[in-house]
C-alpha cells in the first residue's frame, strides 16, 4: 500500500475547493492506496503537519495550496527521501507553474499518481527555506500590500504593485552592502530566484532553473518613476535586463548587510517576513528536494 498524506490549506486561492477522501478515492483506488486529510489552519502549521505526516511515515506528502503552503510542507521535507507532491490552488503558483504542473485538479492529481521525480535546488536565507523565489525592497513592500488586501487576484496583485510605486519615494534610507564589494543606497529591489517563474506566469529571472546549482540575482538601484515603469515593461516582457541601470549575473551564495535599521523586512515564495537581523546569508542547496512531476 502507497500511503498518501495530503495536507491543505482551506482558504487557499479561491477557497472553493475541497479536498475528501471519497473524492480522492476516485484517483485513488482503494485497494492500492491508503489516503490522510490534514488541514492547515494558521500560517506555520503546515509544516507541524508534514513533520507529523514524516513520522508516521507517509509515502507521499502533497501540498495543496498556493506557493506560502507549499514552501510550508516543502520545508519540512527538505533532505529527506519523501517526495513532494503539489496541487497547485493558490494566485501565483509560481513553483507549479515552473515545474509544469497544471492547475487542473484531476491532471495535477494523475501527476501525484504517476510518480515520476525529480531532485530540485532549495535555496536558503538565514537557514530558512525558499523554493522559488526571495526579494527586498519593493518586491517586499507588493507582497505587505497584497496581503493586506485580504484577496488573491492578479487585479489585487496589480493594485499592490501600484501602491506600492507610491510608497517607494517616502520610505526611510536604507544602504545595502552586497558581498562587501557593491554599496547600494535605497535600492530600488534585490531579488534573488531559484525559479523562472514569480507567479502569475511574470518573470524577473527567465533564465533560472531549479537544477543548475545556481540562484539568480537581480539588483535594481534608485531610480526614478519614469524608469520604475520602463522597468515594469521590461518585467512583461521578461527581459529585465533590457534596462542598463539592472546588474544580473548568477551566484551560489551571497550575503547582504543592512548598514541603517535593525531588519530586513523581504517576501519569501510570495509571504511577507521581517528578519530580525542585520546581515542575511542566502545561498543554494543543490538537489535536496524530490518532488512529483
Known amino acids: 500500500m502507497i500511503d498518501i498524506h495530503f495536507i491543505v490549506n482551506p482558504i487557499a486561492g479561491s477557497g472553493d475547493h475541497s479536498f475528501s477522501?471519497?473524492?480522492?478515492q476516485d484517483y485513488f483506488e482503494e485497494e492500492r492506496y491508503n489516503i490522510t486529510i490534514k488541514s492547515s489552519g494558521h500560517k506555520g502549521h503546515a509544516i507541524d503537519l508534514t513533520k507529523e505526516s514524516i513520522h508516521q511515515q507517509a509515502d507521499i506528502i502533497v501540498a495543496c495550496g498556493g506557493d506560502?503552503?507549499?514552501?510550508?510542507?516543502?520545508?519540512?521535507?527538505?533532505?529527506?527521501?519523501?517526495?513532494?507532491?503539489?496541487?497547485p490552488v493558490g494566485s501565483g503558483n509560481g513553483l507549479a507553474c515552473n515545474l509544469n504542473i497544471?492547475?487542473?485538479?484531476?491532471?495535477?492529481?494523475?501527476?501525484?499518481k504517476n510518480n515520476q521525480r525529480r531532485a530540485i535546488d532549495v535555496g536558503s536565507v538565514n537557514k530558512r527555506y525558499f523554493f522559488s523565489n526571495t526579494g527586498f525592497g519593493f518586491t517586499a513592500n507588493v507582497i505587505g500590500n497584497y496581503?493586506?488586501?485580504?484577496?488573491?487576484?492578479?487585479?489585487?496583485?496589480?493594485?499592490?504593485?501600484?501602491k506600492s510605486f507610491q510608497y517607494y519615494f517616502k520610505k526611510e534610507e536604507t544602504v545595502i552592502s552586497i558581498n562587501d564589494d557593491l554599496e547600494v543606497v535605497n535600492p530600488f529591489?534585490?531579488?534573488?530566484?531559484n525559479s523562472n517563474v514569480m507567479g502569475y506566469n511574470m518573470s524577473l529571472t527567465p533564465k533560472a532553473s531549479l537544477?543548475?546549482?545556481?540562484?539568480?540575482?537581480?539588483?535594481?538601484?534608485?531610480?526614478?518613476?519614469l524608469r520604475m515603469l520602463l522597468f515594469g515593461f521590461c518585467v512583461l516582457i521578461k527581459r529585465p535586463e533590457l534596462l542598463k541601470d539592472v546588474k544580473c549575473y548568477q551566484t551560489s551564495h551571497i550575503k547582504l548587510f543592512r548598514k541603517k535599521g535593525s531588519f530586513?523586512?523581504?517576501?519569501?515564495?510570495?509571504?511577507l517576513s521581517q528578519i530580525d537581523t542585520v546581515e542575511l546569508?542566502?545561498?543554494?542547496?543543490?538537489k535536496s528536494l524530490t518532488v512529483l512531476v
Open 281 to 286: 546569508s542566502v545561498s543554494i542547496e543543490e
Open 147 to 162: 496581503e493586506a488586501s485580504q484577496e488573491r487576484t492578479l487585479l489585487c496583485y496589480m493594485k499592490a504593485t501600484l
Open 68 to 87: 506560502g503552503t507549499i514552501n510550508e510542507v516543502a520545508s519540512a521535507l527538505v533532505g529527506t527521501t519523501i517526495p513532494l507532491g503539489i496541487v
Open 189 to 193: 529591489l534585490v531579488f534573488i530566484s
Open 21 to 24: 477522501e471519497t473524492f480522492l
Open 211 to 225: 537544477t543548475d546549482g545556481l540562484l539568480d540575482v537581480v539588483i535594481v538601484p534608485q531610480i526614478g518613476r
Open 102 to 112: 497544471p492547475k487542473n485538479l484531476k491532471k495535477a492529481l494523475y501527476v501525484i
Open 264 to 271: 530586513f523586512e523581504s517576501q519569501i515564495d510570495g509571504e
